[in-house]
């Protein structure tokens, strides 16, 4: 039996590719192994063998399998989304430090590959100049705002991975991310360390309650929906390509209007009884697309959800409250 690692599985998104690695692995060939830094009883409860550790901490990796490790999926980290105040050590600890752990880890067990997820913000600051955003644009970012460290980190553990990749001969797959749609039950994150409420869960909450909804902005600004077991697909698919390598834009390829963004929360979610306002005046919503032509190549990924089926999923989640 063959060990697929996943590292950060404690958190919503591991918890999701978990789910999505037991219902489509080759369970006569591969066995799955979670690991995250909270005590989490989901893992029990669906017969996944867990270890809580501290990436941080080298000593901690001694715990998990010494052999026949195929891959590592390193979903691990620290973001600003998770972050009261805010403490830039941490990134360096966690995403710097805790990365060259799993690195280390991985060359001494002999991993076959890695796969991690980089930050949509090392090219955020392309802003208005490009509504396609490819996997070849140069890094550009600011370094004035409380996301700066954070995002030096992810783009360090990349350029890390790199180097084991090239010393060590580690295959190495990394995804770009921008937002990664799901149910959960965490509706809040941090902005600039203050807490505030996941912008999509007001629209539904307003949606649920019959509350009329407004449309800030330019109705038209169009925005790459990418549901998380599409993210899931992709992550699988790499597991398993005959590559050296890889560089991915998670997402879907197509953009979907603000204005149909909330016209789809109101169909999936709402009761007959909200109203649209516009409000032209207000500040306007980000805007882009992200290029798959990567994925679609190498991994022969299709995304299986458009907007409406992803809410429709999300909303069967909700109710399922399996997580």
């Known amino acids: 039996m063959k060990n697929i690692i996943v590292f950060g599985a404690s958190g919503d998104t591991g918890k999701y590719f978990i789910d999505y690695l037991k219902s489509n692995i080759d369970k006569d060939c591969f066995n799955i192994i979670a690991v995250g830094r909270k005590n989490v009883e989901w893992f029990t409860k669906n017969n996944i063998e867990y270890f809580q550790i501290d990436i941080t901490n080298s000593e901690n990796f001694k715990i998990l399998p010494q052999k026949n490790v195929y891959a590592v999926v390193h979903l691990a980290g620290l973001m600003p989304a998770r972050m009261k105040g805010y403490h830039p050590e941490q990134y360096i600890d966690i995403n710097i430090k805790g990365t060259v752990n799993i690195l280390e880890y991985c060359k001494s067990v002999n991993c076959d590959r890695i796969l991690y997820t980089q930050s949509f913000g090392d090219i955020k ?12 644009l140069e890094r550009k970012f600011s370094f004035k705002t409380d996301h700066s460290v954070y995002v030096i980190s992810k783009n360090a553990a990349v350029d890390i991975i790199e180097t084991y990749h090239q010393m060590y001969g580690i295959k190495r797959f990394i995804f770009r991310l921008p937002t990664i749609y799901l149910w959960s039950k965490e509706d809040h994150y941090y902005v600039d360390g203050e807490i505030h409420k996941i912008g999509y869960r007001i629209l539904i909450d307003n949606a649920m309650k019959g509350k009329d909804i407004e449309i ?25 390509v005959e590559k050296e390598k890889g560089y991915y834009n998670v997402g879907t390829g197509v953009g979907t209007s603000l204005e149909n963004q909330i016209k789809g929360i109101l169909k999936v979610f709402g009761n007959n009884k909200s109203k649209l306002i516009y409000k032209p005046e207000k500040t306007n919503a980000p805007q882009y697309i992200m290029d798959i032509t990567p994925a679609i190549v190498d991994l022969n990924y299709a995304p299986k959800y458009n907007y409406i089926t992803m809410l429709e999923d999300m909303k069967k989640e909700m109710e399922l409250d399996r997580f």
Not at 125 to 136: A, N, P, S, V
Not at 221 to 240: E, G, I, N, S
């Open 125 to 136: 600051d392309y802003g208005e100049e490009k509504l396609i955003l490819t996997t070849d």
């Open 216 to 240: 800030w902005g330019n109705p038209n600004r169009l925005k790459d929906m990418v549901y998380v077991k599409d993210f899931c697909q992709m992550m699988f698919k790499a597991l398993f």
